[in-house]
């Protein structure tokens, strides 16, 4: 039974790879952004009467909104801000699960979500949500090796990641950096949303959703993105975006719309329908107007320059919640349900062991594999990161301000030296790791969703990444100022101070991993963090020699505490043998075992965080 199911996925997955020419019916050749749409298994979505309501609150998201969209059709949501176009967006995708306060029934070919669905479906968030430090091709390429099926080779997954570079016309930009907030990149924000597209291609989904698609593009940038979306559903893909207010060309490439209002449909069907259905109850443009503006003004309430029945109200204007509820009763006596019809075609036609199935296996690489595509990839996005210009500078200018203000100075003030080391290495790799799941948490949520790779295979991933990185600098540093300041000059006694800036380093990204885990919001993360190492300093014995005793607890915990004494023992120590310190005399065993105790138990601490984090979209 295994061996079948493998040959059927594998003649499937060779689908992916089958690209079919489909001409543009608009007869524009001249495109050089459109997509040429590869094969796709077909997927009939169907909603009916979906309500919604996020939990305590009285009144509904959604409430009783119904459509379809077929293989080949490009469907529109269409609506003001705050009408609900992202809740059904998400509910459609499987992204956003059903709960006690929802009701309503949503079938992919006649049957409910399953997760096998999610390798069937596509959803581009609002948000790029892309590593800034890659490039589109590394980024792309990562994405094909987690979540392309592991019986395709790496090769076959780097073609794949290629051909899907060359569909959305990003072939120039391939090899440019993508950029972020803190450094823009070469590629621009039409690149940039085609590159979150292509993540979502890699698996040639059957049915793409995607969240405001053209936001703060130009018009001819989102109409290019519209017209590579409208290319794909005529590839056989079921498309569905939110628009916000799409230009007359835009709004013509749609094949359904859904008019959304306060939570309520207002209209479903063909876009070349809508004016005259609301001329027929009374509501046309008096001005010249783009039909896309003219509906989001309806769903607005807002009838300025337009005519409006005048048996629907008996005031002399009506407000925008009278026009609410006159289109609302409208749209349910005229069209409503009647307008969800049962497919002629029945829902039977399509293999449904091609979109549901238990054997998961088949798909996922190992947690080996994810491992180590993670490794690789977070290793490229973070090196520029921990490698920049402005950390080098920092770190070094202070070596070298240490090194001058204690030059030579031998035995004489050097408990302050290593006092001021251990608060160094405790305060900087904290305050860096803080960033660190706060920054990455949409990117995360995103992956997640998808089911690309399972969180632990993504901790320990992060983890093994960042060690070569983070004692880069604790070793640049070391270096500098251990010679300038007249520290022993032996060998065992500078390894074991370089051994314990780095079990000091390792110990407090681990605890800014958990306190950034733990509050996934960097002002309130570091606020608690500098109150933390505020008490681990004070706690420390530097600056009390008696500290109180219901206070005296906390230096147990802290790693100040412990890198102090190590550092302490190692340089004050008798040397045995002239300038040779004998290793097995020093006697760190207590200081040594805590500080590996805090590594662990740290990374513990933030897993389990990290676990029990409940990450927005999300299913």
């Known amino acids: 039974m295994m061996e079948i199911r ?5 003649s499937e ?66 609506g003001p801000s705050g009408s609900g176009k992202t809740t059904l967006v998400n509910l459609l995708s499987g ?51 987690l979540r392309l099926p592991k019986i395709l080779s790496r090769q076959q997954k780097q073609q794949r990641a290629l051909d899907v570079i060359t569909q959305l016309g990003l072939e120039r930009s391939q090899d440019t950096v993508i950029g972020g907030e803190c450094f823009r990149g070469a590629i621009s924000g039409g690149e940039r949303k085609r590159v979150c597209i292509g993540q979502e291609l890699l698996l040639n989904p059957s049915l793409l959703c995607l969240d405001e698609p053209t936001s703060c593009l130009d018009s001819t940038t989102a109409l290019r993105i519209v017209q590579i979306l409208q290319n794909m559903a005529k590839g056989g893909k079921t498309v569905i975006t939110t628009i916000h207010q799409p230009s007359s060309k835009i709004f013509s490439k749609f094949d359904k719309l859904i008019l959304l209002g306060k939570g309520r449909s207002l209209f479903f069907g063909k876009p070349s329908e809508a004016m005259p259905y609301f001329s027929s109850i009374g509501y046309s443009p008096l001005i ?69 199935s238990n054997e998961h296996q088949l798909w996922a690489p190992t947690w080996s594999e994810q491992f180590r595509i993670l490794v690789r990839r977070s290793f490229k996005e973070r090196r520029h990161e921990y490698l920049s210009i402005t950390r080098i ?54 992956e997640r969703a998808a089911g690309m790779y399972r969180l632990s295979a993504y901790f320990a991933a992060r983890n093994v990444s960042d060690l070569p990185l983070d004692l880069v600098m604790p070793t640049v540093f070391v270096v500098i100022f251990y010679f300038m300041v007249g520290l022993k000059m032996s060998f065992p ?56 005793w219901f206070m005296s607890w906390m230096r147990y915990i802290s790693i ?14 008798p040397c045995i043998s002239g300038n040779s310190c004998a290793i097995k005399e020093l006697r760190a065993d207590e200081e040594v075992a805590a500080m590996m105790v805090m590594i662990v138990v740290y ?15 999300m299913s």
């Open 13 to 78: 997955e060779r689908g992916i790879m089958i690209e079919e020419n489909v001409a543009d019916k608009t007869g524009n050749t001249s495109d050089s952004y459109s997509i040429q749409p590869s094969f796709a298994l077909p997927l009939t979505l169907k909603f009916e009467d979906l309500k919604y309501r996020i939990y305590q609150k009285k009144y509904y998201i959604l409430d009783g909104i119904s459509g379809s969209a077929h293989p080949g059709e490009f469907l529109a949501l269409l």
């Open 393 to 446: 500078i920092q770190v070094t200018a202070t070596a070298v301000i240490v090194g001058l203000l204690w030059w030579n100075s031998h035995n004489e003030g050097q408990e302050g030296l290593l006092f001021f080391i251990s608060v160094f290495w405790c305060f900087f790799p904290l305050f860096t790791a803080i960033f660190t799941f706060p920054q990455e948490r949409e990117m995360l949520g995103k």
């Open 288 to 356: 010249a107007m783009n039909p896309a503006e003219f509906l989001i003004d309806l769903a607005n309430g807002n009838i300025n320059d337009k005519s409006f029945p005048s048996h629907a109200t008996k005031l002399e204007k009506p407000s925008s919640t009278d026009v609410h509820e006159y289109l609302i009763e409208a749209y349910e006596a005229k069209e409503g349900k009647k307008r969800v019809v049962k497919d002629e075609e029945g829902e039977g036609h399509i293999n449904q062991r091609n979109l549901i």
């Open 603 to 617: 990374r513990l601490l933030s897993f389990l965080f990290l676990r029990n984090m409940k990450f927005t979209n």
């Open 95 to 145: 992204r956003l699960k059903s709960n006690l306060n929802s009701s309503g029934a949503i079938t992919y070919n006649g049957r409910p979500y399953a997760n096998i669905l999610k390798r069937r479906i596509g959803f581009v968030t609002q948000d790029d949500v892309v590593f800034s430090n890659l490039t589109v091709k590394e980024t792309l390429t990562y994405a094909a090796f």
């Open 560 to 573: 100040n505490y412990y890198t102090y004494k190590l550092l302490v023992k190692i340089q004050e120590y």
């Open 6 to 10: 493998k040959k059927e996925i594998e």
């Open 493 to 548: 006694a500078f390894s074991l101070t370089m051994l314990t800036v780095f079990l000091t380093t390792i110990a407090s990204q681990g605890l800014g991993l958990t306190i950034g885990a733990a509050f996934m919001d960097v002002k309130k993360a570091a606020t608690f963090a500098s109150i933390v190492l505020m008490t681990f300093m004070l706690s420390a014995e530097f600056f009390l020699q008696k500290v109180p």
